[in-house]
């Protein structure tokens, strides 16, 4: 048997139910901080998944979020978050949660305890070893999520677990072992807080580190934004207009005439390139516009 402590109680909210409303919610601060700092020394380990990650983009593989719960629903937030903010493909990052979409609105405890379910998710998905697997669960226990590592290791991937428990069974099966002790929960065994929000800081560092490795971002700028409503267009135009050194108008006229393609936008202001050229240097340089920059400011 595998414990977690997770489960544990947290002396330091003992007196929760008693306590003011300033005084809950000051609790509930004062553990959050510990997701914060339990992150913060998982940090090396992060890196080290996210330059697997990238290796593996780079050979056109894919990311897949697994996970149940709490912890389904995160890896389902982050893969629907990417194409809108750093136009990929919703192929590129997927999120599985045990029990299908359906899970995401209702709670289906008893998904997590289904190795047949995680058989028949991965199976779905005609996993290869180019794709990376994340598992994620606060206990690590889940046998959905074990099952999922084992079934990637038969198929030579390469396997990431997100856990808040040090003696989790889902550490025999990852390459990639991130362990964020959040510790015991304000509420005993609330998982969605404290080690749900230490999940969400890393999936989120997971895919910003990665698209920001494979030329997703110019500087600190959202440079591959899709602009699918008219707060995103309007942030397109400030980032052309900042980098290009031009108006917002000038830059909106520009996005508009090339279905505001960023890059290929900024190019075309910058260096006088039609977006043919553009999009050509782009490929050749693996989308990365400081390479391109470079190039340019040379000749």
Do not use: W
Not at 95 to 109: C, F, P, T
Not at 243 to 270: D, G, H, P, R
Not at 280 to 290: A, C, P, Q
Request: hydrophobic share 40%.
């Amino acid at each position: 048997m595998y414990n977690s402590n997770t489960e544990n109680i947290n002396q330091n909210t003992i007196d929760i139910d008693i306590s003011e409303t300033i005084d809950i919610v000051e609790m509930i601060n004062k553990e959050d901080f510990n997701a914060v700092l339990a992150v913060q020394k998982c940090l090396p380990i992060i890196s080290n998944a996210v330059d697997i990650i990238v290796e593996n983009f780079k050979k056109g593989g894919r990311l897949i979020y697994f996970g149940a719960g709490t912890s389904g629903r995160l890896g389902v937030l982050d893969a629907s978050e990417c194409p809108p903010t750093f136009s990929v493909p919703e192929t590129m990052v997927i999120g599985i949660i045990a029990g299908g979409d359906y899970a995401l609105r209702h709670a289906i405890e008893g998904a997590e305890d289904k190795p047949e379910l995680a058989k028949e998710d991965f199976e779905k998905l005609n996993i290869n070893h180019d794709d990376t697997i994340v598992a994620i669960s606060a206990s690590g226990n889940a046998a959905y999520v074990v099952e999922i590592l084992k079934l990637a290791n038969q198929r030579k991937c390469k396997t990431i677990a997100v856990t808040s428990n040090i003696n989790a069974l889902m550490k025999q099966y990852a390459n990639i072992f991130i362990c964020a002790e959040t510790g015991a929960e304000v509420i005993s065994g609330s998982t969605r807080m404290k080690a749900g929000t230490a999940q969400k800081l890393i999936l989120n560092m997971l895919t910003t580190a990665s698209m920001v490795k494979i030329g997703k971002v110019y500087k600190n700028f959202m440079i591959d934004v899709k602009p699918t409503n008219e707060k995103l267009k309007i942030r397109a135009s400030k980032i052309v207009a900042q980098i290009a050194n031009v108006s917002e108008n000038n830059a909106i006229e520009v996005l508009q005439q090339n279905n505001y393609n960023l890059k290929a936008s900024i190019s075309n202001i910058k260096y006088g390139l039609d977006f043919e050229q553009a999009n050509i240097l782009l490929k050749e340089n693996n989308g990365i516009l400081r390479k391109i920059f470079n190039k340019l400011d040379k000749k």
